[in-house]
Structure formats: structure tokens, C-alpha cells
């Protein structure tokens, strides 16, 4: 059953994609809403998973990013080997 945005998922949501996704008032963790980066970021800020303060919501976040990095260092690197 869908629960209604959190507080860090409305504050993810007014910024994300510059807002376009907004509208959204309830989050489902099978629910896709077009946008995977979107889906995941709603998912570690959602309630289910635990995601009760300001201080784990930022840990996620961060720990998300460095994710990121990662990857796009892994294919700049790739990309490098191919020239």
C-alpha cells in the first residue's frame, strides 16, 4: 500500500529534475515513475527502509553519490582504455 511522501522525500522531490516530479504524494516501493535514479533515491528516503532522520537521510544520500562517483570514474576509465 502506498505511504505518503516523508519530509526528506518532498524535499528530494521539490529539487529532482527541477521539480518535475513534484506532483508525486504517495510513494510505493514497486511503483516506477519513469525515472530509476528517482525510484532508488525515493526508496532510501522512504520510511520502510528505516529512514527515520535527517542524519540517515543525508548518510543514504551521500553514500548514493559515492556510488556514482565510482561508477562514472570506472567509465571514464573505460573510455580511456578505448582511445
Not at 522525500?9 to 506532483?23: I, K, P, T
Not at 527502509?49 to 548518510?59: G, Q, R, V, W
Request: charged share 25%.
Amino acid at each position: 500500500m502506498p505511504e505518503p511522501i516523508n519530509r526528506f522525500q518532498r524535499a528530494a522531490l521539490e529539487v529532482y529534475a527541477g521539480g518535475d516530479f513534484n506532483h508525486i504524494q504517495a510513494y510505493e516501493f514497486s511503483e516506477d515513475h519513469g525515472d530509476s535514479l528517482l525510484t532508488f533515491v525515493l526508496a532510501e528516503l522512504s520510511e520502510n527502509e528505516d529512514c527515520d532522520s535527517l542524519d540517515t537521510a543525508i548518510n543514504r544520500i551521500e553514500m548514493g553519490v559515492e556510488d556514482l562517483k565510482a561508477v562514472l570514474n570506472a567509465l571514464h576509465y573505460a573510455a580511456e582504455q578505448d582511445a
